[in-house]
């Protein structure tokens, strides 16, 4: 079966520092791959989404990239961390065959 | 992908069918309409989808108008773990491309 996984679950980090958020994907190749973030009290926000190796969409302009260096990794990045850039971050995959996506249990991050 | 509005927020009384609505008029034909729900501090997880027919799963049942132009979604005995955000999306299926929600309604299944 397919899992998700995404870590690490809670993070505190000075503003300023760089940012490293990775998942990964068992059990299917060559899926769809996303992130989201949801601010305090916020919907979900698309911020990147992959649909192959190198294949990076940017939906919003900000403060983070994207980058998927294996078919079923997915690594979200800063380099200097803004106190907006806090809220949770969710990874999500959706594979071919499959018409709904799977999400992680999601990162919370806060910008000190 | 179409639009879709969705009430904020509801109420339900705990083992009552919970209905929550979802209007989307600019739907095409081969979009579909897909029910997923968050429960505080988790992950969104599916619920169920359809195009046409009313469906019906282990969780719920999802009943879409015969000019698709708005749908419900039930859950036929509701208890307080049903207390999340629920979100309804249209879209056309299997296509490779982004995921887009709404602010979905707040459900708060009362004891």
């Known amino acids: 079966s397919q899992t998700i996984h995404q870590w690490p679950a809670t993070l505190v980090q000075p503003v300023g520092s760089p940012l490293s958020l990775e998942c990964t994907v068992e059990?299917?190749?060559?899926?769809?791959l996303y992130w989201y973030r949801q601010a305090a009290g916020r919907g979900l926000q698309l911020l990147f989404y992959?649909?192959?190796?190198?294949?990076i969409s940017s939906e919003v302009p900000q403060n983070l990239s994207a980058s998927r260096p294996q078919d079923r990794q997915f690594i979200l990045s800063s380099k200097k961390l803004l106190l907006s850039d806090s809220g949770f971050y969710l990874c999500?995959?959706?594979?071919?065959?499959?018409?709904?996506?799977?999400f992680g249990q999601g990162t919370r991050l806060t910008v000190v | 992908d179409a639009k879709t509005t969705q009430p904020p927020s509801m109420d339900c009384a705990e083992g009552r069918a919970a209905n929550l609505p979802c209007n989307h008029s600019?739907?095409?034909?081969?979009?579909?309409v897909y029910w997923y729900r968050q429960i505080h501090s988790q992950g969104p997880q599916y619920i169920i989808h359809?195009?046409?027919n009313n469906e019906t799963n282990e969780m719920a049942s999802l009943i879409i108008t015969e000019d698709r132009k708005s749908s419900t979604l039930i859950l036929p005995h509701a208890t307080l773990r049903d207390t999340a955000v629920y979100y309804c999306?249209?879209?056309?299926?299997?296509?490779?491309?982004?995921?887009?929600f709404g602010k979905g309604t707040r459900l708060h299944i009362l004891p």
């Open positions: 999500a995959w959706k594979g071919r065959l499959n018409t709904e996506a799977f």
């Open positions: 059990g299917t190749s060559n899926p769809n």
């Open positions: 992959s649909v192959g190796i190198g294949q």
């Open positions: 600019t739907i095409s034909g081969n979009e579909y």
């Open positions: 359809g195009l046409k």
């Open positions: 999306i249209v879209r056309v299926a299997n296509r490779d491309d982004k995921i887009i």
